[in-house]
């Protein structure tokens, strides 16, 4: 919701921004035009938003990758592929990524250097990233049992597996390079469900 917020307010002000521009320097004689065209942008952003849909419907959409920068890519991939079990795509000795494959998405590890070098920031960093991965499970068993197996893959358990505010049930644990994982049981939503 906070993102919303943010896009909503910002949306906001670029049109009063572009209002104030409009008003500030379009001669008077033009300025009335100048504005009922401007403002036709808003009534055709529907039949755009509706033209999209359509599009989007037909071919869907392409499937993420979520990329994790990793200090050592090797003990990641061992956590990942044998600790955990999740199947990794075929690629060549010398690759240095590595691909699994996830419900309708892709994860994707990468040397933390090399990750931080591509999107051209600092690859110093420690403490919350602000970022949390989430896995649903069909039930408060399941939480517990993924738990117990990233802790045995070598994964540091943060949170066990508790009752939760929202009423549903789940825990955190963080893979080796410290990135955080939330198992949850989610009883208004089936895992697997968009």
Request: net charge negative.
């Amino acid at each position: 919701w906070i993102a919303i917020l943010v896009v909503g307010l910002g949306s906001a002000g670029r049109m009063a921004l572009g209002q104030v521009l409009v008003q500030e320097y379009v001669q008077n004689d033009y300025r009335g035009r100048v504005m009922a065209i401007y403002m036709m942008q808003f009534s055709l952003m529907s039949v755009g938003t509706f033209v999209v849909s359509i599009y989007m419907e037909a071919v869907g959409a392409e499937a993420a990758i979520l990329t994790l920068g990793v200090a050592d890519l090797d003990r990641s991939i061992a956590f990942y592929e044998t600790g955990l079990g999740l199947p990794r795509r075929p690629m060549p000795d010398d690759a240095r990524i590595a691909f699994f494959t996830l419900q309708g998405t892709w994860l994707s590890l990468y040397p933390r250097e090399a990750l931080a070098e591509d999107a051209t920031v600092s690859a110093e960093g420690e403490g919350f990233r602000g970022v949390t991965i989430a896995h649903n499970v069909a039930s408060p068993d399941a939480v517990d049992a993924v738990l117990a197996e990233a802790v045995a893959a070598g994964g540091t358990l943060v949170k066990p597996g508790q009752a939760v505010f929202w009423g549903g049930y789940s825990g955190y644990f963080a893979d080796p390079d410290g990135h955080l994982w939330e198992v949850a049981h989610n009883p208004f939503m089936a895992p697997g469900e968009p």
